[in-house]
């Protein structure tokens, strides 16, 4: 036999198996005896004949070995599950704080993520994301440069044209134009979108019916939104129905499109061809000029382009602007960044994003430190379960295993809770974070098991430490009862309750800093009246006749006043540089921002005059005032000389002006920026904005009225009119719903680690039972035991504030370093948050040592 | 005296006949030479386990052989217990058959 010995041996699978299921070590040699027996049938009667034995062999011992193996589980598994349940049924308190607090933590981050999934997605749908750019601008000036995304409209095409790596490139206006859109009988004023239709093909915006033609052969297509489509034909076909915009001008309707969903950046109902604003706007070589940076291109690149080489070829090249000297280089930017990142990689919700992701990861953590802290000062309730499961048996690998699955148990018990309250809460947080999440985005396949993932986590790592504490305790010292079983961990407990109160107290700390700076900012003065004072677009007729207008309406008896300019006073973007005048600094070129308005302005809104003289009523024809300009006090600054009015300044193209007036600074940006140097021209031509500030008093009336006098003017226009106040308002509502989303984290966050104080100091103070019945037997007050009670925890709560203090402080201030205007931290609010923390935590704690401090001695003391 | 069983006894005969070369395959191929049935190696590890717990048979690992693959036989001796079991067995056995008539289908016809 020997002879023939090992020629042959069993496949490499089953023989392993074999080898696990019966080691060498053991009482069998099952592996070498079916190996010599495998060669002995392969030498006998041939290799199919071994291999068939071989493999029955395993079908017959797999069966007992796993059954049986799964069988003892299963008994300890039920044995695990019956001791969960009954002891979440016996301390119905700690697993209802246990249970609550990680419902609470759980809800939270899945709103969250939610919330961050959606911003993550923002543009991510579209179906060439990989190569779709936005044409960014770099603007060199001799002090300072620019990046943006504003590019001269005769750059698309050249850019399609010229690079042979460009595939396709699509032009959108800067923004919507609010205009007036008619069919049939049905007025509205729509927000309406000039574009190259080209931007359909490149972007995944499907049409539902038409098709995407090309909007240079067809100036007169246009595109609708499936909700635009619907309020102006209902049930009709839209196709080829004609619509009127602005009055003048009329479009076929050449398709609809799906309305756009909610994380696309770019959104608008109405795309209408780019090449009609050169009539709209009078400007005949208004889509083809190079000196207009007010566009933005979109561009398609060709699959595997290397977009670093291609932005150094296109970097050289100037894209001229406006009076041809400025020095415009263009670059394309990842289209799908924007949103995050934005185009200079400053500016884009990143920050915020993490933020949030930092704050639930925050709020989870709590919850899972509530968990470990009652877990592990219960342990002695189980100290006695643990030591009868070794002295039976068990190791310690079983008893981390029980634990572990005892906290997923609790963690999966509270993600059912927080599937429940995150359906309740959403309609909430979706109010406060604007955006349109449903309940329906939580069961999607990846979704949903990311959230198991986190529940999966929350459980193992709130289970960690009281499974390895728990199942390191020694049988013998438990069972016999010896003292202090639960007290060796205490230093980490109360590590875990300043940690907790750290990052409630951090968070406290940031909702005040966050609200008292938009307190701050809110409460800047604007420079300016807002009060009673409402605007409306200048259209049709009222361009024209825009004086009579303004006499008509100054008739009405609750109107003060009225004024016109150019672009709203909340966001004057219109702007020049390359100014001069006398003693000008030559290495500063500031950017001066330029206001079209008439004689009214300062008047109506009350903005003081402090040198010279504004605008003058008698010069209604404008002629006489053309030639001159007010500045604003930031200007006058720059200029630098004592008295400014009646100095010359030169625009960039050298056209002079007289200086006739100086006003106080205004705000006319956001608040968050310095004021700017501003220049005022008298234009009446150039108005689109009116503003009229009314009487408090019968604000209706006097609307009415308002109403009806535009109605003579403009019959054909919707009368539509807002309050400044409200737009205002409107502007710094972003700032004020991230304050509101961060007050109520930090509410919860303080909520949860009061949770956690409340079940750690209940327990304490039973722990303390008989301690406090001697006290007071030997004559201690009711009070001095509540101190007694209470001091232990306040000086956790003291400690975490001295470590949350010099940390919240750092990284609020360098928050504050973003902004123009910032408030300072004072002490106070370190007070208020180290002291809001200090007394809900005594609060939480002051009803356990109340009522320990009360109980009788007798009754704590009697057993002994 | 416990009485064995069928499967111990055929066991202890096969090892004892083997000598110095029983384990798991020889006996197995023995017990199929003398009673024609093939025995599945969980059954025969099982009885000689039993037969080791009551002390009639002792095992050793014996150095890996490289006809096995490297892997070493579990080599079965019988003890003195064993041996005397064995004996005992036979004689009772022999005692037994003596008693009996001749065993012939003669008789029944």
């Given at each position: ?9 069993p496949p490499g699978i089953p023989r392993r198996l074999f080898e696990k299921m019966y080691p060498d070590s053991g009482n069998y040699t099952t592996v070498g005896d079916l190996d ?15 291999l068939t034995w071989y493999w029955w062999q395993l079908s017959l011992a797999l069966f007992p070995s796993v059954s049986r193996k799964l069988y003892g589980s299963m008994i300890m598994f039920v044995n695990y599950l019956k001791i969960t349940f009954r002891n979440i049924y016996r301390q119905k308190g700690y697993s209802i704080i246990n249970i609550s607090g990680l419902a609470i933590g759980l809800t939270c981050s899945i709103l969250i993520l939610l919330?961050v999934l ?239 992701a930092i704050v639930a990861v925050f709020i989870l953590s709590l919850a899972c430190i509530n968990f470990m802290n009652l877990s592990t000062a219960r342990a002695t309730t189980r100290a006695k379960e643990v030591g009868m499961r070794k002295v039976v048996g068990a190791r310690r690998s079983n008893l981390i295993t029980q634990f572990l699955g005892e906290s997923l148990i609790f963690s999966f018990i509270s993600f059912c809770i927080s599937i429940g309250m995150v359906y309740f809460a959403l ?11 449903t309940i329906g985005s939580v069961f999607n396949i990846p979704v949903f098991t990311g959230l198991l993932m986190i529940v999966f986590l929350t459980g193992i790592v709130s289970g960690s430490y009281p499974a390895f504490f728990l199942a390191a305790f020694r049988p013998v010292k438990v069972i016999k009862g010896i003292p202090g079983v639960g007290n060796a961990s205490s230093l980490f407990r109360k590590s875990l309750v300043v940690l907790q109160?750290?990052i ?244 919860l966050a303080?909520i949860i680690s009061c949770l956690g104080l409340f079940g750690l100091a209940s327990f304490m103070t039973s722990q303390?039972t ?74 939480t704690?002051?009803?356990q ?16 | ?23 798991a ?14 025995w599945a190696f969980g059954g025969l590890f099982v009885s000689l386990e039993r037969l080791a717990k009551k002390?009639?048979?002792?095992s050793?690992l ?9 892997r070493?036989?579990r ?35």
């Amino acid at each position: 036999m020997n002879k023939r010995a090992g020629k042959h041996k069993p496949p490499g699978i089953p023989r392993r198996l074999f080898e696990k299921m019966y080691p060498d070590s053991g009482n069998y040699t099952t592996v070498g005896d079916l190996d010599e027996v495998y060669n002995n049938i392969s030498l006998d009667r041939g290799k199919v004949h071994a291999l068939t034995w071989y493999w029955w062999q395993l079908s017959l011992a797999l069966f007992p070995s796993v059954s049986r193996k799964l069988y003892g589980s299963m008994i300890m598994f039920v044995n695990y599950l019956k001791i969960t349940f009954r002891n979440i049924y016996r301390q119905k308190g700690y697993s209802i704080i246990n249970i609550s607090g990680l419902a609470i933590g759980l809800t939270c981050s899945i709103l969250i993520l939610l919330w961050v999934l959606n911003e993550l997605s923002f543009d991510n749908f579209h179906e060439n994301s990989d190569t779709l750019y936005i044409v960014g601008t770099k603007m060199t000036l001799p002090n300072r440069t620019y990046t943006g995304t504003g590019t001269p409209p005769a750059f698309g095409p050249a850019l399609k044209v010229e690079y042979p790596e460009v595939v396709n490139s699509a032009r959108l206006q800067n923004g919507s134009n609010r205009l007036a859109v008619m069919y049939k009988d049905k007025v509205f004023t729509e927000s309406v979108r000039f574009g190259d239709f080209s931007f359909l093909e490149m972007f995944s915006f499907p049409l539902i019916t038409g098709n995407v033609v090309s909007s240079q052969n067809n100036p007169e297509a246009i595109y609708l939104s499936e909700s635009i489509a619907e309020k102006y034909f209902g049930d009709e076909d839209p196709l080829g129905r004609v619509l009127t915009i602005d009055r003048q001008y009329d479009f076929k309707v050449a398709g609809v499109m799906k309305n756009f969903p909610q994380n696309s950046v770019v959104r608008f109902d109405i795309l209408a061809p780019l090449e009609t604003i050169e009539s709209m706007y009078n400007n005949p070589n208004g889509t083809r000029t190079w000196s207009n940076l007010s566009f933005i291109t979109l561009a398609q690149v060709r699959e595997n382009t290397d977009i670093e080489d291609f932005n150094t070829k296109i970097n050289g090249r100037i894209i001229t602007g406006n009076g041809g000297e400025e020095d415009v280089r263009p670059f394309l930017a990842k289209y799908t960044d924007i949103y995050l990142y934005g185009i200079t990689g400053e500016g884009g919700n990143i920050g915020r994003i993490i933020l949030f992701a930092i704050v639930a990861v925050f709020i989870l953590s709590l919850a899972c430190i509530n968990f470990m802290n009652l877990s592990t000062a219960r342990a002695t309730t189980r100290a006695k379960e643990v030591g009868m499961r070794k002295v039976v048996g068990a190791r310690r690998s079983n008893l981390i295993t029980q634990f572990l699955g005892e906290s997923l148990i609790f963690s999966f018990i509270s993600f059912c809770i927080s599937i429940g309250m995150v359906y309740f809460a959403l309609p909430y947080f979706t109010d406060l974070a604007q955006s349109d999440l449903t309940i329906g985005s939580v069961f999607n396949i990846p979704v949903f098991t990311g959230l198991l993932m986190i529940v999966f986590l929350t459980g193992i790592v709130s289970g960690s430490y009281p499974a390895f504490f728990l199942a390191a305790f020694r049988p013998v010292k438990v069972i016999k009862g010896i003292p202090g079983v639960g007290n060796a961990s205490s230093l980490f407990r109360k590590s875990l309750v300043v940690l907790q109160f750290f990052i409630s107290i951090g968070l406290i700390i940031c909702t005040l800093v966050v609200s008292n700076q938009l307190a701050f900012v809110g409460g800047r003065d604007l420079g300016y009246d807002k009060d009673n004072m409402i605007y409306l677009p200048v259209k049709g007729e009222l361009k024209n006749q825009y004086f009579a207008a303004r006499e008509e309406l100054e008739r009405i008896p609750g109107v003060l006043y009225v004024t016109s300019t150019q672009t709203t006073v909340t966001g004057v973007y219109w702007n020049g540089h390359n100014w001069d005048w006398e003693g000008k600094d030559e290495n500063v070129d500031p950017m001066i921002t330029y206001l079209f308005t008439d004689q009214n302005f300062a008047e109506s809104f009350n903005i003081n005059i402090e040198q010279g003289r504004f605008f003058q009523s008698e010069f209604e024809n404008g002629e006489k005032d053309s030639q001159n300009v007010i500045i604003n006090e930031a200007f006058a600054g720059l200029i630098g000389k004592e008295t400014v009015v009646g100095s010359r300044i030169f625009n960039g193209d050298g056209t002079p002006y007289n200086v006739i007036g100086v006003i106080k600074d205004f705000n006319f940006k956001s608040l968050y920026n310095q004021i700017e140097p501003i220049v005022l021209f008298y234009s009446p031509r150039r108005f689109n904005q009116m503003y009229i500030r009314i009487n408090s008093e019968n604000v209706d009336d006097t609307i009415s009225r308002i109403e009806s006098v535009f109605k003579t003017f403009n019959p054909e226009f919707p009368f539509e009119y807002r309050f400044l106040d409200e737009r205002i308002e409107l502007m710094y509502s972003g700032e004020k719903r991230f304050g509101n989303i961060f007050k109520s984290f930090a509410l919860l966050a303080v909520i949860i680690s009061c949770l956690g104080l409340f079940g750690l100091a209940s327990f304490m103070t039973s722990q303390r039972t008989k301690e406090i019945g001697i006290r007071k037997v030997l004559g201690a007050s009711v009070t001095g035991v509540i101190i007694l009670l209470s001091r232990e925890f306040a000086k956790w709560v003291v400690i975490a504030n001295v470590i949350a203090w010099p940390v919240a402080g750092y990284y609020m201030n360098q928050w504050l370093e973003n902004f123009a205007y910032r408030t300072s931290i004072g002490i106070n609010t370190y007070l208020i948050a180290g002291g809001v923390a200090l007394i809900v935590a005594v609060l939480t704690i002051s009803y356990q040592a109340i009522k320990a401090a009360v109980s009788r001695p007798v009754d704590s003391l009697r057993y002994e | 005296m416990k009485i064995l069983s069928r499967t111990e006894e055929l066991l202890l005969i096969s090892i004892w006949k083997l000598q110095k070369n029983a384990y798991a395959v020889t006996i197995r191929e023995e017990l199929k030479t003398m009673t024609g049935q093939i025995w599945a190696f969980g059954g025969l590890f099982v009885s000689l386990e039993r037969l080791a717990k009551k002390g009639l048979v002792e095992s050793s690992l014996s150095d890996p052989t490289p006809e096995r693959g490297g892997r070493s036989k579990r080599i079965y001796r019988l003890t003195g217990n064993g041996l005397d079991e064995l004996i005992k067995i036979r004689k009772l056995q022999e005692s037994i058959w003596e008693q009996v008539p001749k065993l012939t289908h003669e008789k029944l016809s």
